[in-house]
């Protein structure tokens, strides 16, 4: 009768272990589903900045171009004044195209907002990998633990506990220190 409530007891123990590394498996999908959504609008959002950089060189390259073909035209004309007035004008505009502070929509500043874009969907993407990992070593955990009830072989439920370990440290690294592990970037 003893021998039959080691089992039992034993076999408690296992459920806990399983339903504990089943909790941190749901933390670890939630963590890796946020980090994969932040990925995407983040890969998005770049995509945005250096379309719209994109537009500015083109329509700054055509404006440049307009301006190259009036400085053709002979300053004696009649129209002087007015091509010299459009010049300066078009000037201000390419100017503005190049570096607009104020409003953010120069080509600088969108170069500057689409590379922080990328460097955040970087983050994202290697805390995302992180996090599948954790998930993954939970989920032999489970497996081996559960193997253990069938079995009887200890060293399963030792396995099972020690890739929960895993995963946890695969959280903290994803969660704390993405950048640390070499194999991921």
């Known amino acids: 009768m003893s021998g039959h ?16 590394l089943a909790l941190f498996l749901a933390l670890a999908e939630t963590l890796a589903k946020g980090a994969q959504t932040e990925a995407l609008s983040a890969n998005v959002e770049s995509s945005n ?12 390259t055509i404006l440049k171009t307009a301006d190259e073909t009036l400085a053709l035209i002979p300053p004696e004309t009649a129209n002087a ?16 195209w190049e570096s607009d502070p104020a409003t953010g ?15 955040h969907r970087d983050l994202a993407l290697h805390r995302y990998h992180h996090y599948e990992f954790g998930s993954a070593a939970f989920q032999i955990g489970i497996v081996l633990a559960s193997a253990q009830v069938i079995t009887g072989i200890a060293a399963l439920t030792l396995a099972g506990g020690f890739l929960g370990l895993a995963g946890l440290v695969m959280l903290g690294f994803g969660l704390y220190a993405p950048h640390v592990l070499p194999f991921f970037h």
């Open 5 to 20: 409530g080691a089992i039992e007891g034993s076999n408690k123990k296992v459920a806990l272990l399983i339903s504990v």
């Open 49 to 60: 900045q250096w379309a719209y950089y994109q537009a500015r060189t083109i329509r700054g």
């Open 81 to 96: 004044p007015a091509i010299a007035a459009k010049r300066a004008e078009w000037a201000k505009t390419m100017a503005r």
């Open 105 to 119: 929509d120069g080509r600088k500043e969108l170069q500057e907002k689409a590379r922080a874009s990328q460097e």
